[in-house]
């Protein structure tokens, strides 16, 4: 069956699901209100349709679908909910299952929990979509035969992701903050050549790391204070992933640089702020 489907927003992960769908016969919308240039561009090459308000676009649709920085994934769902749309609800961010639960109540009946894993979904066999939820199976047939691999799982989707991203992200952050910590011992020289000898593949991920967190550092906190809650809900210590969130706050200010190198990642984190020498060795030629 086609949809209507509102999509917020579209960012890197956004759009390419977007695409998915438009690509799948669905029409897909998006509010431009008070969004980026950046997404605006990434909206149209998705074939997206632009809305002029929050309340014309849910007059057209069906369903919606979130896909935003998981720090603002309650205030997304309480803006839809506040124009009493009573349609299919999607929250497909990094939210721990104490969040999805209170998104749940804010948007009603017709809610879908949902976690994505994989990079932005523009080629098949790369990315998935866990959702779990009563209309979970509506949600999975949109996205058939696309580059998206939707998938219906049973338990909780945002504990799934979670868990994913508890040692992803969590590990990334730990490499982070070892390779700060060494720096400041005068030891990164003689842990390399350890890690060499007995951790074969650690410093070359260890090197990778900042290039690959630094950028989405700023979004990376508010997943890990989400993974954090899960575990303390859980029972479990959180520690780890409030130090995570602590190390990724403090790489925020590399937010959107196109490049990010060891040095300027490591300044940051040792708490001497970005600096010219940062800012400059973070935006790259
Ligand atoms: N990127 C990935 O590889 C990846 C992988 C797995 C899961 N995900 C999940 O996908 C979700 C979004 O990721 P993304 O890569 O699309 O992020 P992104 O590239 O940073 O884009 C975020 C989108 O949300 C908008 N946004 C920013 N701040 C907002 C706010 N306070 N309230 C509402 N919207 C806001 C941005 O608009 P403007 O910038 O134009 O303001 C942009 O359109 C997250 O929940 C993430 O966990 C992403």
């Known amino acids: 069956m086609k949809e209507r489907i509102l999509l917020l927003h579209p960012g890197a992960m956004g759009a390419s699901v977007g695409a998915a769908l438009h690509g799948n016969g669905h029409v897909v919308r998006w509010l431009p209100a008070g969004r980026s240039a950046a997404t605006a561009s990434r909206a149209q090459d998705a074939g997206l349709v632009a809305a002029e308000t929050l309340a ?78 009563e209309e979970a199976s509506r949600v999975a047939g949109w996205f058939e035969g696309s580059p998206l691999d939707a998938r219906v799982v049973t338990g909780s989707a945002s504990a799934l992701k979670m868990c994913y991203a508890a040692y992803t992200k969590g590990s990334t952050a730990l490499l982070l903050a070892i390779r700060a ?21 650690l410093g070359d991920r260890s090197e990778r790391s ?41 790489l925020a200010p590399l937010k959107d640089a196109r490049q990010v190198d060891m040095k300027a990642a490591l300044a940051l984190l040792a708490g001497g702020g970005a600096g010219d020498e940062g800012a400059a060795a973070a935006d790259g030629p």
């Open 181 to 201: 910590l060494a720096e400041q011992a005068g030891v990164s020289a003689a842990l390399r050549a350890e890690w060499d000898i007995s951790q074969p593949g």
């Open 56 to 133: 014309g676009a849910l007059a057209e649709v069906e369903a919606v679908i979130s896909v935003c920085p998981p720090h603002a994934a309650l205030e997304v769902a309480a803006a839809v909910a506040g124009q009493g749309f009573a349609g299919l609800y999607v929250d497909a961010n990094a939210v721990s299952p104490a969040t999805a639960t209170r998104i749940a109540g804010v948007v009603g009946a017709g809610f879908v929990d949902g976690g994505i894993i994989g990079p932005p979904a523009w080629r098949a066999g790369l990315t998935r979509l866990y959702v779990s939820g």
């Open 210 to 250: 900042a290039a690959a967190a630094g950028a989405k550092a700023w979004r990376f906190a508010g997943e890990m204070r989400e993974i954090a809650a899960t575990f303390a809900a859980a029972g479990l210590p959180d520690g780890f992933h409030l130090a995570a969130a602590e190390t990724y706050h403090r």
